[in-house]
């Protein structure tokens, strides 16, 4: 019975050594051959100003809106404020065309002066 106990602590010394060797490995040689390390792409740093910015998508609308509405009918021929621009009270936002008001105009004081002239006729 001694020399089995014996002969079993033995097979267990054995058996751990083979173990331990196993996955230690020889150690030399392999170190030797292991591969080279990758090649790493390096890059200088560079000192600058960053200002961080976002873009996002979205819809905007105006806080107060305005209904323009003329008190007569015409062609513009002049923009004075830039679309989207905030404007005063009384200020002057468009020029209509003035030559259809002119020939109007015109054409209402040669009828006047027609009048006068048939009513000094008569």
Sequence with gaps: MRKSRVAAALGMILATGLV????????GDEQAAAPAPPMVLAASV???DHV??????????????VDLKPRVSGYIAHVSV?????????????????????ARHA????????????????
């Design 46 to 48: 560079v000192v600058q």
């Design 107 to 122: 054409a209402a004081r040669a009828a006047t002066r027609e009048a006068e002239a048939r009513l000094g006729l008569a």
């Design 52 to 65: 961080p910015r976002s873009t996002y998508t979205g819809r905007l609308t105006a806080v107060e809106t």
């Design 20 to 27: 331990v060797f196993w996955v230690g490995g020889p150690g």
């Design 82 to 102: 830039p679309e989207g621009q905030i404007v005063r009270r009384g200020q002057i936002l468009f020029r209509l065309d003035s030559a259809p008001f002119a």
